[in-house]
C-alpha cells in the first residue's frame, strides 16, 4: 500500500515557476511508477507526465514537454515536478498516483493523493 500526498501549488502569474512534490509513505514506493494527472474544471483528468520506479525512464504529455520536469528520490520517498513557463491553461488540480507501471491511462494508477490546486493568471 502507499500513501501519497501531494504539495505545492499555488497562484502565480504565466511564465512562472512552481515545484510540486508528492510525499509517499510505504515501504514499496521504489517499486512503483508515479504519475501526475491534472484535472481543470469540467474538464476530464489529463495525463501530465510518468516515472518509471528506478526513474530511468519518462513520459510527458506534449502539452508540457520542455516546460515540466519530473524527478523522484527514493531515499525520501518522493516524486517531484518542477513546472516552468507556466501558463494559464495548465490552471487545474495536479494529482500523483502511484502505479505499477508506466502508462498514460489514469485507471491503471492504484493510489492517488488528494491534489493541490495550480491556478496560473495572466
Known amino acids: 500500500q502507499v500513501h501519497v500526498v501531494e504539495s505545492g501549488g499555488g497562484l502565480v502569474q504565466a511564465g512562472s515557476s512552481l515545484r510540486l512534490s508528492c510525499a509517499a509513505s510505504?515501504?514499496?514506493?521504489?517499486?512503483?511508477?508515479m504519475g501526475w494527472f491534472r484535472q481543470a474544471p469540467g474538464k476530464e483528468r489529463e495525463f501530465v507526465v510518468a516515472i518509471t520506479w528506478s526513474g530511468g525512464s519518462t513520459n510527458y504529455a506534449d502539452s508540457v514537454k520542455g516546460r515540466f520536469t519530473i524527478s523522484r528520490d527514493n531515499a525520501k520517498n518522493t516524486v517531484y515536478l518542477q513546472m516552468n513557463s507556466l501558463k494559464p491553461e495548465d490552471t487545474a488540480v495536479y494529482y500523483c498516483?502511484?502505479?505499477?507501471?508506466?502508462?498514460?491511462?489514469?485507471?491503471?494508477?492504484?493510489?492517488w493523493g488528494q491534489g493541490t490546486q495550480v491556478t496560473v493568471s495572466s
Open positions: 498516483a502511484a502505479g505499477r507501471e508506466l502508462t498514460t491511462r489514469h485507471r491503471q494508477y492504484d493510489y
Open positions: 510505504g515501504r514499496t514506493f521504489s517499486s512503483y511508477a
